[in-house]
């Protein structure tokens, strides 16, 4: 059997990159593959080409491997044209819905269009309140709080931190920690039009001319704990804004502010967390509802994926007879003779950590992977054993500030970030580890790579009951149930296992024998070809050769059919 294989090459960044080229030299043993590439064919050892130049006549099969991956948009105008076989590996494609129909983020009439063509009526409902949503938001500016009740020294008004410093929003409340102040200065960038003011209660402290200054100095009327506005007039939500879904009303982007007084100089953290964080409306609120995907859905000719949550979906979608096949997300082996202790001290970890019950969650820090709960989680457990830490291995991400609430909890000693790792370097962090962790929800509906490169190491995992993670199996993946039990359950989870190195010797060896005997690449490789043998060759019509044609134009309006 011939097969075309729709992929991105090793230059991008891609988890379903990394899953396929893990995959593609165990389907070799059943397959001949070509592969095939949108952009940079460069691909060390094989001789990959340009998916304009693929010919469906000249293959026995087309298998995407596609995903909730921005970089994936140019399958979806190849699937509408010539149809295939599509690894499914997400549920909710918005991420790659967005890049493939700029109109979506955009707005306006044809965002709409799109919103009902690619997700039906009741995301096209969805779609229309969150932007009538971000309009009133876009148009009205913050209402006044009571800011003294607040604790803290950064207490609402304030964007999420970036490099260097932060945006307010209209207004923003700043409280300063020192007695006897004598002197503030706000260091901001204004932009233009606008006027920027220092506020202590009523009393106007100072005010910058409109679009100029980017300095404030100011003597407080009462220099004890002194709590300000920095209250900004002229702002408005661009075009350009606008154009790339940003709803949020930018007041100024305050770069210092520092104080002199009896207790003494300082300079407030703007990376600190804010008493009551600014939440702007933005699609991506809803994307876990955005499913986006039916230009996929509707137009591949058979499908495989990762669990039965995905298949009755597809068919649900479709509701036609349609090829399905589920198979697990694969797994090598990857074990270890090096003791983990020894592991963790190679990895720069501090000595505290060598003797320690060390949790690894590998994969993007966001927020639908329930960080924030599994950071509660660990201080609750830490109040029982102390000696309980944990790695996040992956790079930041999203609205969530996690280093912000380990702060906050007062964690520093117990949670290592690591920011990016190659894959690699993942298997070491994964290794020094004695469980993986890999929460979700909600979710996309994709099977996690992370938890299965958790397995390639014999390390078991503690995932959530939920969604596509409910079919993992019981004997080596722990579930930990969503809701308010859970917090404590997983708290528990933790000290159960840290004093229990019995059982967790007997879940690794479950997770080799699931490796051996179910997920192993060649497994799962073999499983492919059975499929493919039964499923309907693509699409090959001129018209759609043509169309696929005219989708890899570049400049092409994307937002076209």
């Not at 109109?103 to 965002?111: F, N, Q």
């Not at 501090?350 to 989680?377: C, M, N, Y």
């Not at 962790?437 to 790579?449: E, K, M, Q």
């Amino acid at each position: 059997m011939k097969v075309a294989l729709v992929t991105t090459p090793p230059s991008v960044r891609s988890g379903i990159g990394d899953y396929t080229r893990h995959l593609l030299p165990y389907l070799r043993e059943h397959c001949e593959v070509d592969l095939y590439v949108e952009s940079d064919p460069t691909w060390e050892g094989e001789d990959a080409r340009l998916a304009r130049d693929l010919k469906p006549r000249d293959y026995d099969q087309i298998l995407y491997q596609l995903g909730n991956e921005q970089s994936h948009a140019f399958m979806v105008h190849m699937i509408r044209a010539i149809g295939g076989t599509v690894m499914q590996h997400d549920w909710v494609l918005f991420d790659m819905a967005m890049a493939t129909w700029p109109g979506l983020v955009r707005g306006g009439a044809k965002g709409h269009l799109l919103a009902l063509r690619e997700g039906g009526l009741e995301q096209a409902r969805l779609y229309a309140r969150n932007w009538a949503e971000r309009r009133r938001q876009r148009n009205h500016a913050q209402p006044p709080l009571e800011a003294s009740a607040l604790e803290g020294t950064l207490l609402a008004g304030w964007h999420a931190c970036e490099s260097g410093g932060r945006w307010t929003t209209d207004r923003a409340y700043v409280r300063i920690p020192g007695e006897g102040v004598e002197r503030i200065e706000v260091s901001f960038h204004p932009g233009p039009g606008r006027t920027v003011g220092l506020r202590q209660g009523e009393e106007l402290l100072a005010v910058s001319p409109r679009g100029g200054g980017g300095l404030l100095v100011a003597q407080p009327v009462d220099g004890d704990h002194p709590l300000l506005t920095i209250e900004t007039s002229g702002l408005r939500v661009t075009a350009e804004q606008r154009l790339h879904g940003d709803n949020r009303r930018l007041g100024v982007y305050v770069n210092r502010i520092r104080w002199q007084g009896r207790s003494g100089a300082g300079e407030l953290d703007l990376e600190g967390p804010t008493a009551l964080p600014t939440r702007p409306i933005t699609l991506s609120r809803d994307r876990f509802s955005l499913a986006l995907n039916r230009s996929v859905v509707r137009f591949a000719d058979a499908f495989i994926v990762h669990s039965d949550y995905v298949r009755r979906r597809v068919l649900e979608e479709r509701n036609a007879a349609t090829p399905v096949g589920v198979l697990h997300h694969g797994a090598e082996f990857r074990l270890r003779k090096e003791d983990r202790r020894e592991t963790r001290r190679r990895m720069g970890l501090a000595e505290a950590w060598a003797d320690s019950f060390v949790i690894t969650s590998f994969g993007g820090v966001q927020p639908h992977k329930r960080i924030d709960k599994a950071l509660a989680a660990l201080a609750r457990a830490r109040q029982e054993r102390d000696d309980i830490r944990l790695v996040l291995a992956g790079s930041l991400t999203g609205e969530f500030d996690p280093r912000a609430m380990v702060r906050q909890l007062e964690l520093e000693d117990a949670v290592h970030f690591t920011g990016f790792v190659p894959e690699e370097e993942a298997w070491d962090w994964l290794h020094a580890g004695d469980i993986a962790l890999n929460l979700r929800g909600p979710s996309t509906g994709g099977t996690s790579g992370g938890l299965f490169q958790a397995f390639s190491v014999g390390r078991p995992v503690i995932a959530s009951d939920a969604a596509e993670q409910k079919e993992l199996p019981d004997s080596c993946v722990l579930k930990v149930p969503l809701g308010e039990d859970e917090i404590p359950t997983l708290a528990r989870t933790f000290i159960d296992l840290r004093d229990d190195l019995a059982r967790r010797q007997a879940l690794e060896g479950e997770v080799l024998r699931f490796v051996e005997t179910e997920c192993h690449w060649g497994i799962v490789a073999r499983r492919y070809a059975e499929y493919m043998e039964r499923f309907p060759r693509a699409r090959a019509s001129r018209r759609g050769l043509i169309a696929m044609k005219l989708a890899s134009r570049p400049g092409r309006d994307a937002t076209s059919a």
